[in-house]
């Protein structure tokens, strides 16, 4: 189950290789409320749901 779900959940390391942009910008981003508040799956893991984070990044571009 954990495993299924970790496909659709990215985590702030995650975020180098599939957005292209650090952890720090992730933090900086939630800290400034461009990214939501991510959610905890457990005592030491947060992440976001993947479509989340992708309409967000559309989002983005498209204001470029």
């Not at 779900?5 to 981003?29: C, E």
Request: charged share 20%; glycine share 6%; proline share 5%.
């Amino acid at each position: 189950m954990m495993k299924e779900m970790a496909k659709h959940f990215i985590r702030p390391s995650d975020f180098q290789n599939i957005y292209g942009i650090s952890r720090g910008t992730v933090f900086n981003w939630m800290k400034n409320g461009t990214l939501p508040a991510p959610k905890r799956l457990s005592a030491r893991v947060i992440g976001w749901d993947r479509a989340t984070l992708d309409a967000i990044f559309s989002t983005l571009t498209n204001c470029k």
